[in-house]
């Protein structure tokens, strides 16, 4: 069973305020046709620009009254339960479907399947693969171009002719779509699986032209590597499709490897990594205490942090962290800067707040709770090295945080000799360092029991 989508949206990405959902359609396909279906426009909370308005024909008054996004999300759900997620350059609605089921907390997964990419395979040699130019070249109307049902529709329509094409040709009879995404994988396997060793570190797939396709870590590269083929999911089918070679980095420590991989994702941006893939921090949660010694936190643009305390790819994340611990902390929404500098705030008057903003509550009670929070995403000292294992028995991986951030790794051999802060700091390969890479290591160190040395000056302090 299929879910063919069409969305239109009011932006290129989703973001938050801008780049949301304003109409989507769903065509439930057995196999055989469409047996059911779902259109709706939603109101995206947000102003719709002029340009897309001309693409769409969608418009601010349209949309006036149409369900918000979490008022047709069940429906959605029902729709797409156990159905193959079906689109037209698939990632794209994918994504934004994903983005604004993870706004409300949810996490949307589903199989997807790509009828650009199907095209590709089962009619090559056209001009372009894009819906309208596609479709045109193959007779399929399309009513109501850019308008997510007539768009949706035409996709249905576009899939009977690959389905058709693909049970009727001689080239493809009896494949079904999995071996045409996955072909080559059984001669590679054995060639890709001699090369790696059971050991922690950090592996690299590359394609034919030795370009790096996916990056990943593991505490046995030779296992995971075999996970990879036993997968059945489809974005792993098309990556073993585009397999040739691997190569790797042994690190010791899975520390290490969790860094080293969030770095090299980042710099080499591999098409099928979708984790720690964003290398683009655009907002801060910040915090500070104001001339009451309250307890303040405020998003702000990354570029004007201040006093940071964690950073976001995205507004909407940030804000999606601050109200989660707002709601945990009970804190109050004047002092998340939620709302106006000198207001009572709205949660106060529905008992979700208790009352620091009009004066009800002792600045020391309820900066405990604000405590909470920074104690969250904060290392308990700003100067020290985590020792963890290393490449080989006598040697010993050191990750060193200096000023509350993670700064570099390096190796030591910890054998038979004292070593001081100052050596161990010599070993230290420096990294330019992403803001997650903090996060990484305060979730190995809730996790790991890992020796430390907090650095003051020039000596040390094992915790």
């Known amino acids: 069973?299929?879910?063919?989508?069409?969305?239109?949206?009011?932006?290129?990405?989703?973001?938050?305020?801008?780049?949301?959902?304003?109409?989507?359609?769903i065509l439930v396909h057995d196999g055989l046709q469409v047996t059911d279906k779902f259109t709706t426009l939603i109101n995206p909370g947000c102003y719709i620009s002029p340009m897309y308005t001309r693409i769409s024909g969608i418009t601010n008054e349209m949309v006036e009254n149409a369900p918000r996004?979490?008022?047709v999300a069940g429906k959605i759900l029902e729709m797409t339960e156990g159905r193959i997620f079906v689109a037209h350059n698939v990632g794209f609605d994918y994504s934004f479907v994903k983005e604004e089921f993870k706004s409300l907390g949810y996490k949307f997964q589903r199989e997807k399947l790509c009828t650009v990419r199907l095209s590709r395979k089962l009619i090559p040699g056209k001009v372009s693969y894009s819906?309208?130019?596609?479709?045109?070249?193959?007779?399929?109307?399309?009513?109501?171009?850019?308008?997510?049902?007539?768009?949706?529709?035409?996709?249905?329509?576009?899939?009977d002719l690959l389905l058709q094409l693909k049970s009727m040709?001689?080239?493809?009879?009896?494949?079904?779509?999995?071996?045409?995404?996955g072909r080559r994988v059984d001669k590679i396997k054995d060639f890709i699986l001699k090369k790696l060793p059971e050991e922690c570190g950090v592996y690299y797939f590359l394609d034919k032209e030795g370009k790096i396709i996916y990056i990943g870590k593991s505490n046995n590269m030779y296992q995971r590597a075999q996970s990879h083929f036993n997968s059945k999911e489809k974005k792993g089918k098309g990556m073993l499709n585009d397999l040739y070679d691997v190569n790797y980095q042994l690190t010791g420590s899975e520390l290490i490897a969790l860094l080293v991989e969030s770095e090299e994702i980042k710099k080499y941006h591999p098409w099928y990594n979708r984790a720690r893939k964003a290398d683009l921090f655009t907002h801060s949660i910040n915090w500070m205490k104001d001339e009451n010694g309250i307890i303040n936190f405020k998003i702000t643009p990354f570029e004007e942090s201040f006093n940071t305390l964690r950073s976001f790819t995205s507004y909407a994340t940030a804000r999606e962290t601050l109200e989660r611990c707002l709601d945990e902390n009970i804190l109050c929404l004047r002092y998340c800067g939620l709302t106006e500098d000198d207001a009572i705030c709205f949660n106060h008057h529905?008992?979700?707040?208790?009352?620091?903003?009009?004066?009800?509550e002792d600045v020391e009670e309820y900066n405990k709770r604000a405590s909470i929070v920074l104690k969250e995403y904060s290392f308990r000292n700003k100067d020290f090295l985590i020792i963890d294992e290393g490449r080989h028995k006598e040697e010993r991986a050191i990750i060193l945080v200096e000023n509350g951030h993670y700064n570099g790794y390096g190796y030591a051999d910890l054998t038979g000799q004292a070593n001081t802060p100052e050596e161990?700091?010599?070993?230290?390969?420096?990294?330019?360092?992403?803001?997650?890479?903090?996060?990484?290591?305060?979730?190995y160190l809730k996790?790991?029991?890992v020796k430390t040395l907090v650095l003051k000056g020039i000596s040390e302090v094992t915790e």
């Open 169 to 181: 040709d001689p080239q493809y009879k009896n494949k079904g779509v999995d071996d045409l995404m």
């Open 424 to 443: 161990l700091r010599e070993s230290i390969k420096r990294v330019h360092s992403f803001p997650d890479n903090d996060d990484i290591i305060r979730g």
């Open 131 to 159: 819906l309208g130019n596609l479709c045109a070249s193959l007779n399929i109307p399309i009513e109501g171009r850019h308008r997510a049902e007539g768009d949706a529709v035409a996709t249905a329509k576009l899939f």
């Open 1 to 25: 069973m299929f879910a063919i989508i069409d969305i239109e949206t009011c932006g290129g990405k989703f973001e938050y305020p801008q780049g949301r959902i304003i109409e989507i359609s």
């Open 350 to 360: 529905i008992k979700k707040c208790n009352g620091i903003c009009a004066g009800d």
């Open 447 to 449: 996790n790991h029991n």
């Open 69 to 71: 996004f979490h008022e």
